[in-house]
Nanobody
Framework: QVQLVESGGGLVQPGGSLRLSCAASGRDLRFYVMSWYRQTPGTQREMVATITVAGTPTYADAVKGRFTISRDNAKDMTYLQMNSLKREDTAVYYC????????WGQGTQVTVSS
């Protein structure tokens, strides 16, 4: 089993920044593809950013140029730096770890509002 705990969410004004963290335990996360997803009420969970085992990132078009995903395998941590936040970025953000199956954290709320 993999346990994931997200942190760093909160309330921020449009144009502001937040850094989300995902702390993992239970397995060696070096072999897992790590991702951030987000979900708003009544919608499907959508992929925001993914980082491969080799460290190659992929981003959803809506966040390209504003968000940066990174990982620190030595600390079993994954991060999402979010800059130039927009109201439409408001959502619950989830961390996932995927190898033979996908594991999820409990989510952290991000609210972008003035």
């Amino acid at each position: 089993q993999v346990q994931l705990v997200e942190s760093g969410g909160g309330l921020v004004q449009p144009g502001g920044s937040l850094r989300l963290s995902c702390a993992a335990s239970g397995r060696d996360l070096r072999f897992y593809v790590m991702s951030w997803y987000r979900q708003t009420p009544g919608t499907q969970r959508e992929m925001v950013a993914t980082i491969t085992v080799a460290g190659t990132p992929t981003y959803a078009d809506a966040v390209k140029g504003r968000f940066t995903i990174s990982r620190d395998n030595a600390k079993d941590m994954t991060y999402l730096q979010m800059n130039s936040l927009k109201r439409e970025d408001t959502a619950v953000y989830y961390c996932s770890a995927r190898l033979d199956r996908e594991f999820w954290g409990q989510g952290t709320q991000v609210t972008v509002s003035s």
